[in-house]
């Protein structure tokens, strides 16, 4: 009877142990999805900037293209006149 009551305290110190183990693990993980959850919503935030900013790259290079077409509709008026 002794004995079997020896096994079952062991059991439940290797229980508790086991379950502190989890408990780490679990505040471990749960650190490292917040962190990831923060970077998500970086990325998220960078890649909508960057979104922003090629729409805007677009629109300097469609104003650079009419520019040049109207320069070069200037120089060609220009020598048609001469």
């Keep these: 009877m002794d004995n079997r009551f020896a096994e079952i305290v062991a059991q439940k110190n ?3 142990y086991e379950n502190g183990k989890l408990q780490s693990q679990v ?3 749960t ?3 917040d ?3 923060k970077k998500s919503n970086e990325t998220d935030k960078t890649e909508r900037k960057l979104a922003q ?3 805007k790259l677009k ?3 469609d104003l650079q293209d009419e520019v040049m077409m ?3 509709a200037h120089v060609c ?3 048609c006149i001469l």
């Design 14 to 16: 290797s229980l508790a």
């Design 35 to 37: 962190e990831l959850k």
């Design 59 to 61: 629109k300097v290079r």
């Design 31 to 33: 650190v490292e999805i």
């Design 27 to 29: 505040e471990q993980l």
């Design 53 to 55: 900013l090629d729409t």
């Design 70 to 72: 109207m320069r070069s």
């Design 77 to 79: 008026t220009r020598l």
